[in-house]
């Protein structure tokens, strides 16, 4: 397993990331992919079976990896809400359209890290590796949330 010297993740552990994207063999291959490169991986299908593990899973949660566009709660808000509980979480968000307006209006602009998909193995971990170094995220209110 790799271990990472970076952010808030210990050089003795590897990180653990949560993958959440309502496609299940998207969130499978992607789970696959992160496990293969030698990080901890949990998924789920579902923003709010995240919001759940964020509330009562014993343990760091490093990087939530989230798709833009989610049935329940849409990757951005998903993350307001896990950042909201779990401060310490740095957030990747990927998507198949990077035009959608919750990538160019909400996700770019506050400079949240984004990888469009389709992806390579080695694309998804120089994005990890690029989010789990960047500061804390910030939390953010938007109106309707």
């Not at 063999?25 to 293969?36: C, D, G, H």
């Not at 990747?92 to 035009?99: D, E, H, I, K, R």
């Not at 160019?104 to 694309?123: N, V």
């Amino acid at each position: 397993m790799k271990t990472l010297n970076m952010g808030n993740v210990s050089p003795l552990r590897p990180a653990t990331i949560l993958v959440v994207d309502d496609q299940e063999m998207v969130r499978v291959t992607i789970a696959a992919m992160l496990s293969r490169l030698g990080f901890r991986v949990r998924s789920t299908g579902s923003s709010h079976d995240a919001l759940h593990m964020a509330r009562w899973l014993a343990g760091p949660i490093d990087l939530l990896l989230s798709d833009v566009l989610l049935p329940d709660i849409n990757g951005p808000d998903l993350a307001d809400a896990f950042v909201a509980l779990r401060p310490e979480c740095r957030v990747l968000f990927v998507a198949g359209y990077s035009g959608h307006p919750l990538v160019t209006e909400r996700i770019l602009p506050r400079g949240d890290a984004f990888l469009a998909k389709p992806f390579l193995p080695h694309d998804l971990e120089e994005k990890v590796r690029e989010a789990l170094a960047m500061p804390r995220r910030e939390r953010v209110l938007h109106a309707g949330c």
